[in-house]
């Protein structure tokens, strides 16, 4: 499992978006995303380059958490 904090997921429909862009990058990966505490933890192949790019070109600032 790959973990993220994303300060600026702010709402459901920041949710959609960064669920939607990581699918598009890796159609298998399991996406979490909790909003109180702003951690996104995505379980599947993709590296965690790919699932932040992913996340960067929907227009959000993931920065990887320490396992």
């Known amino acids: 499992m790959t973990s993220f904090i994303v300060s600026d ?21 399991v996406v979490r995303a909790d909003l109180a505490t702003k951690v996104v933890e995505i379980t599947g192949e993709a590296s965690p380059e790919v699932l ?3 996340m960067r070109d929907a227009g959000f600032t993931p920065e990887r958490r320490a396992a």
């Open 9 to 29: 997921m702010t709402c459901d429909g920041c949710v959609r978006a960064i669920t939607n862009a990581v699918k598009g990058a890796a159609p298998d990966a």
């Open 52 to 54: 932040a790019e992913a």
